[in-house]
């Protein structure tokens, strides 16, 4: 009698194991696009280094990536793509934009400008100037 009631335990503890396991492989899955977004808002920040040095050097912000190409520390960046985003700067006299887009379905939208502040738009559309500011 006691070895029938040890195995519906043991099944109930191998059936536990089996759908904790299944929760991690499915969450793992669903953190992917973590490390591209992370990566966007840091190329942004290089960017805005990028636009502070050639402000201080021609007294206006670059009007795009390529005007930035030699203070950009990475040439992938330069080119507008990097680790699975699509980069634009828009720039003038006074002001400029940095966008940054996944280039798959699913992650975030980002936005910037000479505020310095960086703004998020989950899911489908781009980032805006109205955009929630990210903390």
């Known amino acids: 009698m006691r070895q029938s009631q040890k195995r519906p335990v043991s099944q109930l503890v191998a059936g536990l194991i089996v759908i904790l396991l299944l929760l991690l492989f499915a969450r793992s899955i669903g953190d992917r696009s973590a490390p591209e977004e992370t990566s966007a808002t840091r190329s942004i920040r290089m960017i805005h280094v990028a ?11 670059a009007e795009s990536l390529e005007e930035l190409r030699a203070l950009l520390p990475d040439y992938d960046l330069a080119s507008g793509v990097r680790y699975g985003y699509r980069f634009r700067v828009q720039g003038s006299q006074t002001s400029y934009e940095v966008h940054a887009e996944p280039l798959r379905g699913g992650g975030s939208s980002y936005y910037s400008d000479q505020t310095l502040l960086l703004r998020r738009s989950p899911g489908p559309g781009s980032a805006t100037s109205t955009s929630e500011p990210l903390r």
Not at 51 to 61: C, D, K, L, P, V
């Open 51 to 61: 636009q502070t040095n050639y402000y201080s050097q021609f007294g206006r912000y």
